[in-house]
């Protein structure tokens, strides 16, 4: 089942994927209300069909209140970055507000020209959990999702820490939708790709991670407690960007693609920060 959050004539809405169509439920549903059993939407009451071109597309959780990301986590990825492989993750923070849904502007800052593409696979967690072992990991999965882990790279290298270049507004999507985890049994399978203007520039198999889906809950779980809704970020294949000689930034009118089998395309364009967004915010 494919589950998206989307606003429809100026409200929150939450409804099964359906072809072209989105099926909403009926008001105040939403994905958070469904955990952790999001099987109970087979069998909620819907509104009409609606085409997706009439809504404007969400983060399927549209607010999440944990967004942890696992940095250089694809064997190549890591490789090509000069990187070590690490005795544990290598996980960062991102804040909410730095998220767009599918077909939503990812926005380059006025501070820089390096915006970078990261394509990966986001894990979302459907029951709260803490110290979870690798062997139970699954039963708190809820479904998957495609992420862009939009990167500011040179706000990212200013010091050791990521999370300047990471926290832009607007610099990330997630979506298109969830799909829930009984439709995926097998996610070490998945085979993801990113493209920029219908140029591949990443692909890659998730069985590439260097630290493992299971693994990784079992990590982040035990520092910190994890909720229904909290979304975790799994690593980008080779291919970035700031890969390239010379790097191959993001530029405006850019259209990003993450495809992920089984799970779908997350598709964005790419929009200069315009001077209204770019004033002095103080209130």
């Known amino acids: 089942m494919r589950i998206a959050s989307f606003e429809l004539e100026g409200r929150l809405r939450t409804g099964r ?34 085409p997706a071109g009439r809504v404007r597309w969400l983060p399927p959780v549209p607010r999440p209140a944990k967004i942890l990301c696992a940095g250089a986590n694809f064997e190549p990825h890591r490789v090509e970055m000069g990187r070590p492989r690490p005795d544990h993750p290598l996980i960062f923070a991102r804040f909410a ?14 501070e820089s020209e390096a915006l970078d593409y990261e394509g990966e696979l986001a894990v979302i967690v459907g029951r709260a959990c803490r110290r979870v072992r690798p062997e139970d990991s699954r039963s708190v999965i809820a ?64 069985s590439e991670l260097t630290f493992s889906i299971e693994t990784l809950l079992a990590y982040v779980s035990t520092f910190t ?43 964005n364009r790419v929009v200069q920060e315009g001077p209204a967004e770019a004033e002095p915010n103080i209130r």
């Open 97 to 110: 507000d730095g998220l767009v849904g599918h077909e939503g502007p990812l926005m380059r800052p006025r």
């Open 225 to 267: 407690r994890l909720e229904p809704g909290d979304v975790l970020a799994t690593g980008t294949p080779a291919g970035v960007g700031a890969a390239h000689d010379p790097p191959r930034w993001l530029r405006p009118a850019d259209v990003v693609e993450v495809e992920i089998s089984q799970v779908g395309t997350l598709r």
């Open 143 to 206: 479904g998957f999702c495609a992420f862009d882990d939009g990167t500011v790279r040179d706000w990212q290298r200013h010091t050791s820490q990521f999370t300047p270049g990471k926290n832009f507004p607007n610099t990330a999507a997630l979506g298109p939708w969830l799909v829930t985890a009984d439709e995926i049994p097998d996610p070490g399978a998945l085979e993801l790709q990113t493209r920029v203007n219908g140029e591949v520039r990443q692909s890659g198999r998730i």
């Open 17 to 50: 994927v359906e072809g072209e169509e989105l099926v909403p439920f009926p008001p105040g549903v939403t994905i958070e209300s469904l955990l952790p059993d999001l099987s109970r939407a087979r069998d909620l009451p819907t509104d009409a069909p609606v």
